[in-house]
C-alpha cells in the first residue's frame, strides 16, 4: 500500500542527471516563490492561465494544507549546484468520487526531459491505489507538450475542445 503523504521516488532524466519526486512539505512555500520566480510568463500562463508570480497567504495555504487523501501534492527536487532545490510538481484534487483533476507546474529549463511523464505516473499511481479511475485536466490548446504528455501517459484518453481549453479525460486501463 502507498503511503501518499510520504512518497519519495527518484527518477533518472533523458539527461542522465537524477531527480527526487516526493510529497509537498508546508515548509515548501519559499521553494515554489523561489520557482515561480524562475518561470519564464509562457509557463505561467500554462499553468495558472494567466501569468502569475506572487502566492498570497490564502493561495499558500490552499496549496501547501495537503490532506493526501482528497488533494495529493507532488514536488521535483533537483540537484542545483551542490543543493536541492525545486523545480516543479504536480498535483491532483478529488472532484467526486473515483475522479480527480490533475495540475502541473515545472520551470522552463527542465521541460523537456521526461519529468512530466514521470509526474503522472507516480500521480497515476497513487491515485490508482487511492481509488480513482479518472483523471481529468484544463490545458490551452497551444500547451502541445502538456498534451504530448498526457497521450504518452498510457492511459485511455478522451479530449473535448471549449474555445482555448481542451478538456482532458484519462482513464486508467
Given at each position: 500500500?502507498?503511503?501518499?503523504?510520504?512518497?519519495?521516488?527518484?527518477?533518472?532524466?533523458?539527461?542522465?542527471?537524477?531527480?527526487t519526486i516526493r510529497t509537498q512539505r508546508?515548509?515548501?512555500?519559499?521553494?515554489?516563490?523561489?520557482?515561480?520566480?524562475?518561470?519564464?510568463?509562457?509557463?505561467?500562463?500554462?499553468?495558472?492561465?494567466?501569468?502569475?508570480?506572487?502566492?498570497?497567504?490564502?493561495?499558500?495555504?490552499?496549496?501547501?494544507?495537503?490532506?493526501?487523501?482528497?488533494?495529493v501534492a507532488l514536488v521535483v527536487v533537483?540537484?542545483?549546484?551542490?543543493?536541492?532545490?525545486?523545480?516543479?510538481?504536480?498535483?491532483?484534487?478529488?472532484?467526486?468520487?473515483?475522479?480527480?483533476?490533475?495540475?502541473f507546474g515545472l520551470i522552463d529549463e527542465?521541460?523537456?526531459?521526461?519529468?512530466?511523464?514521470?509526474?503522472?505516473?507516480?500521480?497515476?499511481?497513487?491515485?490508482?491505489?487511492?481509488?480513482?479511475?479518472?483523471?481529468?485536466?484544463?490545458?490551452?490548446?497551444?500547451?502541445?507538450?502538456?498534451?504530448?504528455?498526457?497521450?504518452?501517459?498510457?492511459?485511455?484518453?478522451?479530449?473535448?475542445?471549449?474555445?482555448?481549453?481542451?478538456?482532458?479525460?484519462?482513464?486508467?486501463?
Amino acid at each position: 500500500m502507498i503511503d501518499a503523504a510520504n512518497y519519495l521516488a527518484t527518477e533518472t532524466l533523458r539527461d542522465g542527471r537524477t531527480i527526487t519526486i516526493r510529497t509537498q512539505r508546508p515548509e515548501d512555500l519559499d521553494g515554489w516563490r523561489t520557482a515561480l520566480a524562475r518561470a519564464s510568463a509562457e509557463t505561467l500562463h500554462f499553468r495558472f492561465f494567466a501569468v502569475k508570480r506572487e502566492v498570497s497567504e490564502q493561495e499558500a495555504h490552499y496549496f501547501l494544507d495537503i490532506d493526501f487523501v482528497k488533494h495529493v501534492a507532488l514536488v521535483v527536487v533537483a540537484d542545483e549546484d551542490g543543493r536541492p532545490t525545486l523545480i516543479g510538481g504536480a498535483r491532483y484534487y478529488v472532484v467526486e468520487p473515483g475522479k480527480a483533476e490533475i495540475a502541473f507546474g515545472l520551470i522552463d529549463e527542465y521541460q523537456g526531459k521526461g519529468i512530466g511523464s514521470a509526474l503522472i505516473s507516480h500521480l497515476a499511481t497513487i491515485g490508482r491505489e487511492a481509488g480513482l479511475h479518472e483523471l481529468v485536466a484544463e490545458v490551452l490548446s497551444d500547451n502541445l507538450p502538456m498534451l504530448r504528455v498526457f497521450e504518452r501517459s498510457g492511459l485511455a484518453m478522451s479530449t473535448r475542445r471549449e474555445g482555448p481549453v481542451v478538456h482532458v479525460t484519462l482513464r486508467f486501463p
